[in-house]
């Protein structure tokens, strides 16, 4: 995590959160989930201390899904500080409430974590000052009332915080481009493009589900959205490129070099592939079911 962020407020804590993410939300039947739930019914396996009760088989039991989940700690805002930890069990207009309110918070949280991370960027200093006026903007709404949560147009403030994160990203991918120089025209000298056109560096959005990237050069690429599903990028160079809302599920990065990638989470490493060889940011974590050798 980035180290200006504070840790507290966006690192989960599922101690301290009265399980929402297991209770609020809905998740259908799919290769993330062995079983349909509708929002607000507690999943099947949430044991009464508000704790998992298969935690520890996650996976094997077909819960992929909930093993790469994060809240950003907005569970334990909503349940500790919004609602001051008061539980969602015996009142149902509380229940409702905290119920509407955690996704909110949740996805004001994540824009946190995307802010202080552009924070943490040398070439996106001249934006730095606005960058901190966006965070404390979304840290006020984060902390609103249920009342204010609900009527907040999330929507909107998304927009406003998503055009600083965009140009927080051309100035660190330019930089990334000047520093490839004559090495990378190189090494891009007689690479085939393949289905993605790997010299080019704007993927937004693209459908690149299962591509074959393998050895690609993408470093300040501009991934942001894009749906890389079980693509292959192993060995691929990805460093400097942006991979906010990146679909990363069962892509292959055995190998691959992510060092210095920006608006990269740890829900989505945790989604993909990869091994001892993968070059993983440091603010992030190697994921614990990536094989060690």
């Known amino acids: 995590m980035p180290a200006t962020t504070p840790l507290p407020l966006l690192t989960a804590d599922c101690a301290d959160c009265f399980a929402l993410c297991c209770v609020a939300l809905p998740f259908a039947a799919s290769a993330d989930f062995a079983t349909d739930k509708p929002a607000g019914r507690p ?59 955690f996704p909110v918070v949740r996805h004001l949280h994540e824009l946190l974590w995307y802010l202080a991370e552009a924070l943490t960027l040398p070439p996106a200093e001249p934006l730095h000052a606005d960058l901190r006026r966006a965070m404390a903007a979304t840290d006020r709404l984060a902390a609103g009332t249920p009342e204010e949560l609900r009527a907040l147009d999330l929507a909107a403030h998304r927009a406003e915080v998503n055009a600083l994160l965009l140009r927080t990203s051309e100035l660190v991918r330019a930089e990334a481009g000047g520093r490839r120089g004559e090495r990378g025209r190189e090494r891009n000298r007689g690479r085939g493009r393949g289905r993605t056109g790997t010299r080019a560096r704007d ?13 690609a050069d993408l470093r300040g690429a501009n991934l942001r959205g ?11 160079d990805l460093t400097r490129a942006d991979l906010i809302g990146a679909d990363l599920r069962d892509a292959r990065l055995h190998g691959a070099d992510l060092t210095g990638a ?19 940011p440091d603010t992030l974590t190697r994921p614990a079911h990536w094989p060690a050798g």
């Open 226 to 236: 894009t749906l890389l599903i079980a693509a292959d990028l192993r060995s691929a």
């Open 43 to 101: 999943c099947a396996h949430l044991r009464q201390d508000f704790r998992c009760g298969i935690h520890d088989g996650l996976r094997p039991a077909g819960f992929t899904g909930c093993t790469v989940y994060d809240c950003f700690g907005a569970g334990q805002r909503v349940s500790q500080r919004t609602f001051a930890g008061r539980d969602w069990r015996g009142d149902a207009d509380t229940a409702r409430a905290m119920f509407a309110a």
């Open 203 to 215: 993927h937004r959005g693209a459908d690149l589900i299962g591509a074959q990237l393998k050895g």
């Open 262 to 280: 920006f608006f990269l989470t740890q829900a989505q490493l945790n989604a993909a592939q990869g091994d001892a060889a993968t070059r993983v």
